[in-house]
């Protein structure tokens, strides 16, 4: 069984470590490693090389969607948008998948808690 491994970009701490703990329960995925920012997942993609990112689209200084085009035509890997606005058929969706993103899947962003176990079937099978 191969290992997936995976980068998670997101400017929100928690849901960085709660992304992580999803992952933590599929034995074929490792977190790699982890960036704040689209600037911070270019260096990172150079310096882990990994299999699979996760992305989110609203994170300071350089956004989702212009880290997809930049990463897409420098060094394309698959990526897959996980953000509160990326749901089926949204302008961010739309334009993240035109650029190369694999896929999408939709924050849930209804409570503080999170309740992440709503997106790891969707998650998960897509990384």
């Known amino acids: ?15 960085q470590q709660a992304l992580s ?37 609203m994170m300071p200084r350089l956004n989702g969607i212009e880290t997809v085009r930049q990463l897409m035509s420098n060094a394309p890997v698959p990526i897959v948008m996980v953000s509160s606005y990326t749901a089926a058929g949204a302008r961010y969706t739309v ?8 896929d999408h899947v939709l924050k849930p962003g209804h409570s503080v808690s999170l309740d992440l176990d709503l997106i790891a079937e969707e998650l998960i099978p897509r990384s």
């Open 21 to 57: 703990k999803l992952f933590a329960s599929e034995p074929r995925i490792e977190v790699i490693g982890f960036a704040s920012d689209g600037f911070e997942a270019i260096e990172k993609r150079k310096e882990l090389n990994p299999d699979v990112i996760t992305l989110d689209v």
């Open 1 to 15: 069984m191969n290992t997936i491994r995976v980068l998670i970009v997101d400017d929100s701490r928690f849901m």
């Open 95 to 102: 334009e993240a998948l035109s650029l190369g993103a694999i």
